[in-house]
């Protein structure tokens, strides 16, 4: 039986941690999976379909994403017994922070359309679809939201502001009770960031114990070495300010960087 793992984040869920672990233990991995990452979907436009169908959710953007997808799955090499893991958040959909008024509404029909592409990929053969979802609760996944949006974007409104804008959006665990409920055929599993930060392989952790491995594989398995750290609060203020300034663009991104560089390392002088 092929196992197939679609990790659909969710965002700033530890999803940079769990995709650092599953690269940086890909040669482990690949003898028993293919592994596809964002720098893979995102190269080939397959994240942007997923989101461009979060914002306007027309059959003709479904239809998109899936004909992408089915595209992708027939280069891919599985060999005669290769399984295959996916990781990449923006296939729930564009960032709800991003698309407020949407949120993850299109996460059930992504995830619905994904799985009948893989159902495709291996027709007649017996495949296990297990969907994994990364939780957050809701206060450190707005804060992370919003911090995340400071440094990428002209995000102009103080956190509360931002959290008052984002009240109507369904909870994480809301959106994999709705993706559950979609697919009754198939295993949806989460998992909460909280609990998995005190874990050795922090949110690689379910990846690790789905993978299986030999024992002597397992002890040769390492941690994720690439975590976002959240900026101190002094600079995220510092990042509001510019946001709100008269800078221009190029300006503004020049400011930013530098500062964001240097809080970076401070924090890694400090770690």
């Known amino acids: 039986m092929r196992r197939v793992l679609l990790h659909l984040g969710l965002h700033k869920t530890g999803t940079t941690a769990a995709q650092s672990f599953l690269y940086d233990n890909r040669e482990?991995?690949?003898?028993?999976?293919?592994?596809?990452?964002?720098?893979?979907?995102?190269?080939?436009?397959?994240?942007?379909?997923?989101?461009t169908h979060s914002i306007y959710g027309t059959v003709g953007t479904l239809s998109e994403f899936g004909t992408r997808l089915r595209a992708f799955l027939e280069t891919l090499d599985f060999g005669t017994r290769r399984g295959l893991i996916i990781?990449?958040?923006?296939?729930?959909?564009?960032r709800p922070s991003r698309n407020i008024?949407?949120?993850?509404?299109?996460?059930?029909?992504?995830?619905?359309?994904?799985?009948?592409?893989?159902?495709?990929?291996?027709?007649?053969?017996?495949?296990?679809?297990?969907i994994y979802l990364s939780l957050r609760q809701r206060g450190?996944?707005?804060?992370?939201l919003w911090?995340?949006?400071?440094?990428?974007?002209?995000?102009?409104?103080?956190?509360?502001t931002f959290r008052s804008n984002m009240d109507h959006q369904p909870s994480l665990q809301g959106t994999a009770d709705q993706i559950r409920d979609?697919?009754?055929?198939?295993?949806?599993?989460?998992?909460?960031?909280?609990?998995?930060?005190?874990?050795?392989?922090?949110?690689?952790?379910p990846f690790a114990d789905y993978l299986d491995l030999s024992r002597d594989k397992s002890k040769r398995l390492a941690?994720?070495?690439k975590v976002n750290n959240r900026l101190p609060e002094d600079v995220l203020a510092e990042l509001l300010d510019l946001n709100r300034s008269r800078l221009d663009?190029?300006?503004?991104?020049?400011?930013?960087?530098?500062?964001i560089e240097r809080a970076k390392s401070a924090l890694i002088g400090t770690t």
């Open 147 to 160: 911090a995340h949006d400071l440094e990428r974007m002209r995000q102009v409104h103080d956190f509360e």
């Open 87 to 94: 990781s990449e958040e923006n296939f729930a959909g564009l």
């Open 140 to 144: 450190g996944w707005l804060r992370s």
């Open 249 to 259: 663009e190029a300006a503004l991104i020049e400011q930013k960087t530098a500062i």
């Open 223 to 225: 941690p994720p070495s």
């Open 28 to 51: 482990l991995i690949w003898p028993h999976f293919s592994l596809v990452l964002p720098y893979r979907t995102r190269n080939l436009g397959l994240s942007q379909a997923a989101t």
């Open 101 to 130: 008024e949407q949120g993850y509404a299109a996460a059930p029909e992504l995830a619905a359309c994904l799985v009948d592409e893989i159902r495709h990929r291996f027709d007649q053969q017996e495949i296990e679809i297990t």
């Open 182 to 205: 979609r697919l009754p055929s198939v295993t949806v599993q989460t998992g909460w960031l909280e609990e998995l930060q005190l874990q050795r392989f922090g949110p690689g952790t």
